[in-house]
Structures are given as structure tokens and as C-alpha cells.
């Protein structure tokens, strides 16, 4: 339940606490007080999406926190949570739960386990197709938990063996194409006979021959230097050393080292001689060469960044072509054990769906009896299930809440119903038949008076008061007839003061009560008006 809500900046409402109650809490006020801004701002808490526009003038930011007492929510780790949200002008906002930062999705599935609101345009809990089934299977209660337990634990199992068949290609389509693709993976590096050294012995050779003229240039001007000017040269620095070797050591010394040299020299020309040869190539062997560095550099694109990695990848694709082959037998144990899960799924889901018919015939029949006690003599409530053709988390059945509320038409899906005064009755039945097995603790209903009046009025503030035996409830109402069903009744109104509007709220006393009721009744607190508010009031 609400303990305490804070808003701030919001519209006309300046910077608001109010304090909410167990039991039935009833909103008045005149029209423009900001009584849609308090619902609104709930709204807005509970994940719904704002406008900037809903920012008080004159202020860049709107702030709303409300603490909420929670002792059977399972996200709660303290009994008490506290919730708020932050909206800048510029179009930034922060949630936090509990102090702790939240995205608005984790705001959203928190707040619709402890709070539903109900205005005349919005789709609640109880509208949501998808979750009829659960309602249902709340209401059967433990004769189907235990049922529902078994089968998804056996769902469980068995997404978890198909997901196995598919990870090892257990299904044959997919296992011929990903075979298929395997193998020409495997051709085509095999064809190619790639060597680890080749791709920077050819990059080399090719380099070669895109530099042969300045190569071929240059090499022929080096032997020439060496052959004819250097290696002479050496050769009579070398005789004219060994005549004068002999008139000290180092002139023996400086011999032998131009010797070596000599040599080294003589090495060096040689092979500078054989390179100049190499340099000489034809067109075709150039071709050759570029064909295998495309067919290398088209590989690595695929397969690997160098030579080495793509051989590695192929032993790693033989590898997996070895596996699929030979995984037939294990696939056969996996088909085996698939086709027991689903057997006994099966007979667990047609248990299931007998215990919801039989139930749901008895759920609508409450609904029914709940709907002509709020004046809808005529509404036929149906409790429909359709045989999915997979297994779902719930079996094979999908449920939907169906209605008609006049004679001679056909039932249709709740969510179709249009009208809000029939919507919010409907709302109410469903509510009150569930409000044993409901979790969320707080209902706020909007103006849920909308469209109806009188009798039904009145048998509409009998039923919130009924549900507020087990949930807290939050109602804006214009109704006197539902005014005086409250337990605690709180009146909004706005006050001016230098130059701008403030929304005010306060809890009533009793007397304070009847005289708000007085006012709703005639426009005027009159003795008269009173005297039926307090007729109103004993009636409650």
C-alpha cells in the first residue's frame, strides 16, 4: 500500500505530501483542483511516459516519490520501498528504487506487482489477454500449481534437448547445409596446396619484377664498379703490402685483413652478379605469381589472416565434418528422450486443461453474479481457452476473458468493450471475484464514476468498498453515493497567491465529510444536503 505520496512541480501542484490509509481513500474536489495531476503523477511513477509540459512554469524539473508499505512483495528486500522519479525540461529523467538508480523497465515491472491504476481510457492488468491465463490458474489454485510445477519442469528439460539437437545439428536440413558449406570450405583450401613460407617468398619475387628496370640498372653499375674498379684495386693495395710485410708486424697484420676482405668482396660480387641474372623474368611467370597471391589473399580473407591460420582452420573444419558425421547415434537418443518429454507433457497439459474448464465455467458464473449486483442485468461473462498448437509455458491452452453486455449481441474479447461506465463495473466484478488471489496491494481508480449514476452508482461504491477489505484503494470519484463509502476521504482544492495557483489536499473530519458530500450532492452545503449526506453516510 501507499503510505505517503510527494509531488513536486507538477502542473498547478507546487511541492505536495499526502498521506494515504488501508481501506477505501476517497479523492474529491471541484473540477481543475488537480486531482487528474495527483492520479497523473502515479502514473507517471509507475513507468508511464510524461511530457515536458507537465513541468510547473516556471521550473525545470518535476520531482515524484512515494514510499509504499510491501510486506508480501517477493522484489522487495525491506517491507518498505521507496520509488521516485525525476523529470528535467530537458528531457532527461532518473528513476531510483530504494536510493538505487533503475531503469524505467525495471520501474515498470516492480510497480505492476504492487500498484494498478484504473483511469477510463487505460488498459489494466485485468485487460491484458496474456494474462487471463494466470488469473485463472490463481484462482483454481494449488490443485493446478502443482500440475503447472510438473509440466515446466519437463518444458524445461525439453527446450533444453532441442536446443542441444540444434547446437549439434540435429536437425537434418540443417545438418546437410552446414555439411555442405563444411566441405567446399575444406575443397578449397586443400586445392589450393598452400605452403606456410610461399606467400612471403612470392611477395618478394614480385616485388622483384615490379622493379626489374631500376633493379637491372643499378646491379649492372655495382659489378661493374666491383669486378672492374674494386676488386683490382684491393688486388695491388694487397701485392704492395707483401712487399713491405715483412718490415714489421703490422704492416703483416694490415695485410691479412685486406685479404679477408678481399675475399668477402670477391663473395659479395658474385652473388650481386647472380642477382642481376635473377632479375630477368617473363610475363608469364609474372602472371603466375600475381594468380596465387590473389587465390592466398582471397583465402585470408575467409579463413584466416595468414597462411598458418588457414591451414589451422581447415584441420579445425575437417575436424567438425568428422563429428556431424558420426553423430547420428547420439541424435537418436536425443529424438528419444524428446518424444517421452513430449508425451508427458502432453498428459500433463490435457490435465490442466480440463481443471481450467471445469474452474473457468465457475469463475464466470461469480464474475456473472458480481456484474448484475452492479446493475449490468444483461452482461454475459465468459471464460473462453483455445488449444494453442505448441506447448507454451502454461500447457496448450490460451485463455480470454469474453463479454457481451446486451441482449442479442455476441460475446467479444474484453478488451473490446468501449464504454467507460461498463469497463469500469467490469473491472470491478473481475476484482472483487479475484481479490483473494490479486497481489497488487493498491487499486487507484480515476473518475471510475464516469458514465454511470444512480443505482449503479451506488452498487459501484459497494463493491470498491468490498474490495478494500483486502486491497488498499485509491479513488477520485464525483459520485456522493461512492463519497460516502470512504474511509478516509481527503478534498482537493487550489488556492491563488501572488500570482500563482497552489494544490492543496486535506483529510477530512467527519463533519468536514458530510459537508464535502452536501457539496457534491446539490453544489450547495444546505441543511438539507446534510441531512441526506448523512443518510448516505450511515448507508455506507
Request: hydrophobic share 35%; glycine share 6%.
Amino acid at each position: 500500500m501507499i503510505t505517503t505520496l510527494h509531488i513536486k512541480n507538477v502542473g498547478i501542484i507546487d511541492d505536495l505530501f499526502i498521506d494515504f490509509n488501508e481501506g477505501f481513500n476517497v479523492l474529491t474536489g471541484e473540477t481543475g483542483a488537480g486531482k487528474t495531476l495527483i492520479i497523473g503523477s502515479l502514473v507517471i511513477l509507475a513507468g508511464g511516459r510524461f511530457s515536458k509540459e507537465i513541468i510547473r512554469n516556471g521550473e525545470n524539473y518535476s520531482f515524484i516519490e512515494a514510499s509504499f508499505y510491501c510486506p508480501k512483495n517477493a522484489q522487495a528486500i525491506e517491507d518498505n520501498i521507496i520509488v521516485s522519479r525525476e523529470i528535467h525540461s530537458n528531457g532527461r529523467s532518473s528513476c531510483k528504487i530504494n536510493g538505487r538508480l533503475a531503469t524505467v523497465n525495471e520501474l515498470k515491472e516492480l510497480m505492476c506487482e504492487i500498484i494498478d491504476i484504473h483511469g477510463q481510457h487505460d488498459s489494466q492488468l485485468i485487460l491484458d489477454s496474456a494474462r487471463h491465463i494466470e488469473y485463472l490458474n490463481r484462482f483454481i489454485g494449488k490443485e493446478i500449481e502443482q500440475e503447472i510445477n510438473k509440466y515446466q519442469a519437463k518444458l524445461k528439460e525439453y527446450k533444453s534437448l532441442k536446443q542441444e539437437l540444434k547446437n549439434t545439428y540435429g536437425e537434418d536440413q540443417e545438418k546437410e547445409r552446414r555439411l555442405d558449406l563444411l566441405r567446399y570450405q575444406a575443397d578449397e583450401i586443400e586445392n589450393a596446396k598452400l605452403k606456410p613460407t610461399e606467400e612471403k617468398e612470392l611477395e618478394e619475387r614480385h616485388k622483384v619484377m615490379q622493379n626489374a628496370e631500376k633493379l637491372k640498372e643499378n646491379l649492372a653499375q655495382i659489378d661493374n664498379e666491383l669486378s672492374d674498379s674494386a676488386i683490382g684495386a684491393i688486388s695491388n693495395a694487397i701485392r704492395n703490402l707483401e712487399r713491405i710485410q715483412d718490415c714489421g708486424d703490422e704492416y703483416n697484420e694490415k695485410l691479412n685483413l685486406l685479404k679477408s676482405s678481399y675475399y668477402d668482396i670477391q663473395e659479395l660480387a658474385r652473388d650481386l652478379s647472380d642477382m642481376k641474372e635473377s632479375v630477368d623474368f617473363d610475363e608469364e611467370e609474372r602472371s603466375k605469381i600475381e594468380s596465387r597471391l590473389d587465390l592466398i589473399y582471397s583465402l585470408k580473407r575467409k579463413y584466416g589472416n595468414t597462411v598458418e591460420e588457414i591451414l589451422a582452420y581447415a584441420e579445425k573444419v575437417n575436424e567438425e565434418i568428422c563429428k556431424i558425421e558420426n553423430l547420428e547415434e547420439y541424435h537418436i537418443k536425443i529424438r528419444k528422450q524428446l518424444e517421452q518429454l513430449n508425451n508427458q507433457m502432453k498428459e500433463i497439459a490435457i490435465k490442466m486443461s480440463e481443471l481450467r474448464k471445469r474452474h473457468a465455467k465457475v469463475l464466470a458464473q461469480k464474475i456473472n453474479n458480481q456484474l448484475k449486483e452492479l446493475e449490468m442485468i444483461n452482461a454475459k461473462f465468459e471464460v473462453q481457452l483455445l488449444e494453442e498448437v505448441e506447448f507454451n509455458e502454461n500447457g496448450i491452452d490460451r485463455v480470454e476473458f469474453m463479454i457481451c453486455t446486451n441482449i442479442g449481441e455476441e460475446v467479444k474479447p474484453l478488451t473490446k468493450i468501449a464504454s467507460g461506465g461498463e469497463m469500469s463495473r467490469i473491472m470491478l466484478a473481475i476484482k472483487n471475484v479475484l481479490a483473494d488471489v490479486d497481489e497488487v496491494g493498491t487499486l487507484v481508480f480515476d473518475e471510475i464514476d464516469t458514465g454511470i449514476s444512480g443505482k449503479a452508482g451506488q452498487a459501484v461504491g459497494e463493491k470498491m468498498k468490498e474490495i478494500a477489505t483486502q486491497h488498499q484503494v485509491i479513488c477520485i470519484t464525483h459520485l456522493p453515493s461512492i463519497a460516502a463509502k470512504g474511509d478516509y476521504n481527503y478534498y482537493i482544492h487550489k488556492q491563488t497567491k501572488e500570482n500563482k495557483t497552489y494544490t492543496n489536499v486535506r483529510q477530512l473530519n467527519e463533519e468536514e465529510i458530510i459537508e464535502e458530500i452536501a457539496r457534491i450532492s446539490s453544489g450547495e452545503i444546505t441543511e438539507i444536503a446534510k441531512a441526506h449526506a448523512r443518510e448516505l453516510r450511515k448507508a455506507s
